[in-house]
C-alpha cells in the first residue's frame, strides 16, 4: 500500500513537471507610455498581448520552441522562446530594439541573445572595421571580438542547443567572410582610401533628359547609391533615402542614383523612378554591372553608397546606408 502511495504522489509530481512545460509564461513592464498591446509572432505562430495602464503585460503562450519576435508597430526585437520558460522582461528604454533584460527560466539564453545583438549592432559587426586596418592591427582586432563572444558563450551555463547550433554557425560565417576577404578587401580599401581620387563615370543617361558626368557634380558633395530595380535591400533604402535628399534640399550636397539595371529593364526603371517619386539625380549606368565606374570601384553587391567631396576625391567609397544615423552624423561632421 505504501509502494502505492509512492507511486502515485511520484505520479502526480511528473503530471505537474509535464504541466508546467506546456506554455510560456511572459511578463514585463514597458517603459512607454500609451502602448495598448504587443505581438508575439514566430513560426506558425502569433498573438497579440495586452498592456494595461501602467505599461504592465502578462500572459502565457503555447509556441513552436524557437526565435519569435515581440513588436510594437515598427519597434521590434527577438527573443528566444521554449514552453515551460517563465520569463521576465525588464526593457531599457522606452524602444523595445532599446534592450531587455530577462530574468526568470529561460534568462540565461535570452540574455545570450541579448549579448549577441549588442555585438552584432556594435562597430564590432563592421567589416569595415578590420578591412581597413595593416595586418597586425586586424589580427589584434580579429582576436579582441572572438574573444568577447567566448566571454559571452563562457557565462552562460545552459545555454539552449539550439541557440547554440545557430551561434556557431553565424560566428562561423561571420569570421569566415572577413578571413577569407581581408587581403582583397584590404586593398582595395587602401586603393579607395579618404582623399584618393575618385573613379568618374561620363554621360550616364538622366531620367530627366540628357546626360549626367561625375565631373558635372563637382563643387559640392556627391552621394552616390548604386542600386537597381529587382534588388530588394536597395529598396528597402528608398524612404530613408527620400527623406534625406528633402532635408538636405538645396544644401552642399548631390544625391545620385545609378541604376545597374541590364538593357532590357530600362523601362522597368523609367516606371519606378515615377512611381515612387525618387528625388536627386536618377542616372542609368551604360553598362550595368559591366560599367567602368562600376567595375572600378570594384562593386559586386548592392546596394553600395559612394561619398565624394567637392573637389572629387573620395570622402568613403563604401559609405553608411540612409538608413543609418551615422550617415547624418557623417554629413554633419563635414559641415554640409
Not at 224 to 253: F, G, Q, R, S
Request: aromatic share 12%.
Amino acid at each position: 500500500m505504501k509502494k502505492l502511495i509512492v507511486l502515485f504522489a511520484l505520479f502526480l509530481i511528473v503530471s505537474c513537471k509535464k504541466e508546467a512545460t506546456d506554455y510560456v509564461k511572459l511578463e514585463g513592464k514597458l517603459k512607454a507610455d500609451g502602448v495598448e498591446k504587443l505581438t508575439i509572432q514566430g513560426k506558425n505562430f502569433m498573438k497579440e498581448i495586452s498592456v494595461d495602464a501602467n505599461g504592465s503585460f502578462s500572459d502565457t503562450l503555447k509556441v513552436t520552441d524557437g526565435v519569435h519576435a515581440i513588436s510594437n508597430g515598427t519597434d521590434r526585437i527577438t527573443l528566444y522562446l521554449k514552453n515551460g520558460y517563465d520569463l521576465n522582461l525588464e526593457f531599457k528604454g522606452e524602444k523595445l530594439m532599446d534592450g531587455i533584460k530577462f530574468s526568470g527560466k529561460g534568462a540565461e539564453t535570452n540574455n545570450f541573445m541579448e549579448n549577441k545583438r549588442n555585438f552584432f549592432m556594435s562597430d564590432y559587426a563592421n567589416p569595415k572595421s578590420y578591412f581597413s586596418l595593416e595586418k597586425e592591427a586586424y589580427n589584434n582586432r580579429l582576436t579582441e571580438a572572438k574573444s568577447l563572444l567566448k566571454k559571452y558563450k563562457d557565462e552562460v551555463k545552459d545555454l539552449d542547443s539550439l541557440i547554440n547550433a545557430m551561434d556557431l554557425r553565424n560566428d562561423e560565417m561571420f569570421f569566415g567572410y572577413i578571413e577569407s576577404n581581408y587581403e582583397k578587401m584590404h586593398e582595395n580599401l587602401m586603393r579607395f582610401a579618404k582623399g584618393k581620387v575618385s573613379p568618374t563615370f561620363e554621360n550616364y543617361e538622366n531620367f530627366n533628359g540628357g546626360t549626367t558626368s561625375l565631373s558635372d557634380l563637382k563643387g559640392k558633395y556627391v552621394y552616390i547609391d548604386v542600386w537597381a530595380t529587382w534588388c530588394a535591400p536597395c529598396k528597402a533604402e528608398i524612404p530613408y533615402l527620400k527623406a534625406l535628399e528633402k532635408e538636405y534640399h538645396n544644401k552642399n550636397i548631390q544625391f545620385v542614383s545609378i541604376s545597374v539595371d541590364k538593357p532590357e529593364a530600362h523601362e522597368a526603371w523609367k516606371q519606378m523612378v515615377e512611381k515612387e517619386e525618387l528625388g536627386g539625380i536618377q542616372l542609368f549606368a551604360d553598362a550595368n554591372f559591366e560599367s567602368k565606374f562600376i567595375l572600378d570601384y570594384g562593386i559586386n553587391a548592392i546596394p553600395r553608397f559612394i561619398l565624394i567631396d567637392p573637389d572629387g576625391n573620395i570622402v568613403d567609397s563604401d559609405a553608411e546606408r540612409p538608413s543609418s544615423p551615422k550617415l547624418k552624423e557623417l554629413f554633419t561632421e563635414l559641415g554640409i
